[in-house]
């Protein structure tokens, strides 16, 4: 196994954990026959499945060709014509449903607010016409940088109403990445807001998005809504306030009927190097991955309060806080700000206030709430509590038993959902009801969905060997290209295993088919020839019971090729000593091998994250190694973090 194709993974676990037979019993899908009947028969014919689930959806016109497919493009229900916007609201007022709460938002502040789906349908009407009349047409690209607030969901729906292309971009990003994807994607407008609120600061978006314009030459417009009410500079005859833009405008506005492929926005991921990807999605196969996964993995059911924290300006925001829950008539939780404010039960009263019973989060998030302390959910009544799902990189199992235990008292399915930007929609994770799950393992591919774990050569590699996670098989959600360079789609996805989709992660299968991710392929360590997974070394640190979260990287060794590197963070009041290292170093080899035993623990306050919470691997391999940082940084959170590592050097 010290095979160069192949990743060593050592990283065991044999907890088992069952649904109730009360879970199972009410689900959507309630037993792992069941799971796999439904798995089996999508495969046999992929596209007879699709076209199956794709009727749940509105259509003004039915397709005429499920799938075309011409590697690597595909189409998917072309000849069907749909509308998003139609699909999250229309419909459910045809069904009755005008009165049901379609969004319970609340500020950080503290100051609330309800939309029903008819006030929505009303809203998101009068923002469109106001498009219209700024002279938006039917495939014009809007950018939208926003805080966390309904106007947000108001805007992309608005959007997806008249067939305008939406490229949101996080709140937190900075003015020069608005600018640089105002011009990727020649944007004619910005909406944005004076400022939104986190941890009880205003974070300055209009005064971004007046620097990013002056570098972004084909916006032509500016909408502010007013949000924080701060200080801003509005520029006669380029600025617009919201309000006044609304006022007096129609509140009918017939959502356009859209081809199938008709783009439905761009959402830019920063690669690992190199300027950020505009991944480009379409409406009718994104809606059907986001609706049917929605309502698969979270086992929806009419009475639910969904409460996804992912922000809007993630792939996450877009399917399962807006398209995914919207398009199964769901009552969505929203929340502007940090969670920890104004107190680090933030999250927990949200809960109880609204009686949330479906929680979406992330693991860095769950580390942190680990790090606070337990003190914080207890305070809080969290039996309303059902169902929690984790999404953005390998759940360690640490995290994975203490969310269980803690905040799903040990009554909640976890489904650790595996998917990615690109995918649209969620690909490996286990159905609640269905699938008993492993703390740190997605589990298995939903149905519809073919994935496997090859060799460089594209070979199907052995239970418990590491290897490539491939999709085998196109999908109604995945990408379409990248905006504006096609190239680069078919060289970063469909080239380096041949026949099938990249996707850069490593993975193994257990002797019972499960699938544990291994993380990005770019953060393998190659130790004596052994290429190991960081994830799992910091997985195996963050089982001590002193450690809050672990960073893990090489650095060049003359003998084993690559030395490995940990950046550690300690839970609250715990020393940093050498003999603690020690222990530390001990443990790791203890607990996985002598193999992936440390060969330096570097203590540190925090780690470098994206804003996303992925740790930057990149920048910590340069420290380790002892070089200045290069490449971009411009989605680093958190820049004292970095400069704190550096000063520890010296
Ligand atoms: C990458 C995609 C998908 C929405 C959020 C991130 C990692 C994501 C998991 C998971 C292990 C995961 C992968 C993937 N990842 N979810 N449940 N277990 N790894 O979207 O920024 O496009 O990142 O995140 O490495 O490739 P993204």
């Known amino acids: 196994m010290s095979n160069q194709n192949n990743i060593t993974s050592v990283l065991r676990e044999t907890r088992v954990f069952h649904p109730s037979a009360d879970f199972s019993h009410k689900a959507h899908v309630g037993s792992f026959a069941e799971y796999k009947r439904l798995w089996e028969s999508a495969r046999e014919d992929i596209e007879g499945f699709w076209a199956e689930q794709a009727k749940s959806l509105a259509w003004f016109k039915t397709w005429h060709t499920t799938l075309e497919w011409k590697a690597p493009h595909a189409k998917w229900f072309d000849g069907g014509l749909i509308n998003a ?16 709460a379609a969004l319970i938002w609340e500020g950080e502040p503290g100051d609330t607010r309800t939309l029903t789906y008819q006030m929505l349908h009303r809203e998101v009407c009068k923002f469109a016409n106001a498009l219209k009349l700024l002279g938006i047409n039917k495939g014009d690209r809007i950018t939208i940088y926003m805080p966390l607030v309904p106007e947000l969901v108001i805007a992309m729906l608005a959007c997806a109403r008249i067939g305008a292309v939406h490229s949101v971009v996080f709140g937190g990003f900075s003015a020069e990445a608005v600018a640089d994807r105002n011009n990727d994607a020649k944007s004619r407008l910005v909406i944005t807001a004076d400022g939104g609120w986190r941890r009880g600061k ?77 991944i480009y999605h379409t409406t009718g196969g994104y809606l059907l991955g986001a609706a049917y996964t929605h309502k698969l993995v979270f086992d929806i059911r009419p009475d639910d309060v969904y409460w996804c924290t992912a922000d809007a300006g993630w792939i996450t925001g877009h399917t399962y806080l807006v398209y995914g829950p919207l398009a199964n008539a769901t009552t969505i939780v929203m929340y502007e700000g940090a969670p920890n404010h104004p107190a680090e039960d933030r999250f927990w009263e949200i809960i109880a206030k609204y009686g949330v019973t479906v929680f979406y989060t992330a693991p860095t998030a769950i580390r942190a709430f680990m790090k606070w302390g337990d003190q914080f959910p207890k305070r809080h009544d969290l039996t309303s509590l059902r169902l929690l799902g984790s999404v953005g990189e390998p759940i360690n199992p640490e995290a994975w038993m203490w969310y269980q ?34 703390p740190g393992s997605a589990t298995f591919p939903l149905p519809g969905i073919v994935a496997e774990i090859v060799d460089k050569e594209g070979k199907e590699v052995g239970a418990n060997e590491g290897g490539f996670l491939v999709i085998k098989k196109p999908w109604p959600s995945m990408l379409r290209t990248l905006y504006g360079d096609d190239e680069r789609y078919q060289k970063t996805y469909w080239e380096n295993t041949p026949g099938s989709y990249f996707t850069a992660d490593g993975a193994r299968r257990d002797e019972e088919g499960y699938i544990w991710i291994m993380g990005r392929v770019d953060d393998v360590l190659n130790v004596s020839g052994h290429r190991l997974s960081t994830m799992e070394v910091e997985s195996a640190l963050a089982q001590h019971h002193y450690v809050a979260e672990a960073a893990v990287v090489g650095k060049p060794d003359e003998i084993k090729g690559e030395g490995i590197a940990c950046f550690v963070t300690l839970k609250s009041g715990i020393a940093a000593t050498d003999s603690l290292k020690a222990e530390l170093r001990d443990f790791v080899s203890k607990s996985i091998g002598a193999l992936a035993r440390p060969d330096e623990i570097r203590f540190t306050e925090g780690l470098p994250k994206t804003r996303s919470g992925k740790i930057m691997r990149r920048l910590l391999r340069d420290i380790a190694s002892g070089r200045q940082t290069s490449g971009d940084t411009t989605t680093l959170e958190d820049y004292s973090v970095l400069a704190n590592l550096r000063s520890d050097e010296e």
Request: proline residues 8%.
């Open 85 to 100: 916007s139609y699909n999250c609201l229309d419909r459910h007022l045809n069904n009755g449903l005008n009165n049901k």
């Open 405 to 438: 235990e803690v905040i799903g008292g040990g009554r909640c399915p976890i489904v650790d959902t595996w998917w990615q930007t690109e995918t649209g929609s969620i690909m490996i994770a286990p159905l609640p009801g269905a699938v008993p799950t492993k």
């Open 202 to 278: 205003t974070v300055p978006l209009k005064a971004n998005v007046d620097q990013a314009v002056e570098k972004s030459p084909t916006i032509e417009k500016v909408v502010v809504l007013k949000r924080t009410g701060q200080a801003i500079d509005m520029h006669p005859g380029r600025d617009l306030w919201w309000h006044e833009l609304i006022s007096g405008v129609g509140s009918e506005c017939p959502a356009e009927a859209l081809d199938s492929e008709h783009p439905l926005f761009i959402l830019y991921t920063s690669g690992s190097t190199g300027k950020p990807k505009g």
